[in-house]
């Protein structure tokens, strides 16, 4: 398996602009997440998925960020619109169990200017 | 709400020296605790998870204690590489009903030749 896949791996784009970020987990995982990382407040978790239902976005800052999971080997968080403080790296994971090893992808590294 | 602390938050030492890198807790009731290794620009590896119940994983040189009482969990590196250089982060698995991975900001390694 390549692991977990996400794209684009840099998105640079302009405030007010909506920015989607894509994620394939690793076949056959029952799990996917979202999280975030900055300098400020490490790696926080946004929201994750159970057989690609949503099961906590409690994590998710603001309603301008969603996520979707339509089928088991994809999804996508979207912001919509975007502000330079969303500047961040995302990392999509996905596990076989909740309590077990999670996998995690490159990330998308986002510019909000 | 948990609250996941690492200290040092960097460490330089010389080739083949033995290490140590902390990780304390606020909330003991956890399910589990992860130690990952992030390279500049990748992704988080999972080197070694604890379950609750556990005191300590081996994995190569790597050794990771919990003791979950007192909060703390421990990653001793024997022998240390210029390829261990990399920033180290201890998460922990906890939340009951409302699950979380909690990380920690990490700590950086550098393993000089």
């Known amino acids: 398996d390549a692991g977990v896949i996400q794209s684009p791996r840099h998105e640079v784009t302009e405030m007010g602009q909506e920015v989607t970020l894509r994620c394939k987990p690793i076949s056959g995982h029952d799990y996917l997440f979202w999280y975030r990382q900055t300098m400020m407040r490490g790696l926080e978790l946004l929201i994750y998925f159970n057989n690609n239902v949503p099961i906590d976005d409690s994590g998710m800052p603001e309603d301008r960020f969603s996520a979707k999971m339509p089928n088991a080997s994809f999804s996508t968080l979207k912001i919509q619109p975007s502000e330079p403080r969303d500047s961040a790296v995302y990392f999509c994971?996905?596990?076989?169990?909740?309590?077990?090893?999670?996998?995690f992808g490159p990330g998308t590294r986002l510019t909000v200017l | 709400k948990q609250e996941v602390t690492q200290i040092p938050a960097a460490l330089s030492v010389p080739e083949g020296e033995n290490l140590v890198l902390n990780c304390s807790f606020t909330?003991?009731?956890?399910?589990?605790l992860q130690w990952f290794r992030q390279d500049p620009g990748k992704g988080l590896t999972s080197l070694l998870l604890?379950?609750?119940?556990?005191r300590e994983q081996t994995s190569g040189r790597l050794n990771a204690s919990l003791d979950k009482s007192s909060g703390r969990s421990t990653l001793y590196i024997a022998a240390s590489q210029p390829g261990d250089s990399a920033t180290y982060l201890c998460?922990?698995?906890?939340?009951?009903?409302?699950?979380?991975?909690?990380f920690g900001k990490g700590t950086l390694l550098t393993v000089n030749p």
């Open positions: 994971a996905s596990s076989l169990g909740l309590l077990i090893e999670q996998f």
């Open positions: 998460a922990v698995s906890s939340g009951g009903s409302n699950y979380k991975l909690t």
């Open positions: 909330d003991s009731a956890i399910y589990n």
């Open positions: 604890i379950q609750s119940s556990q």
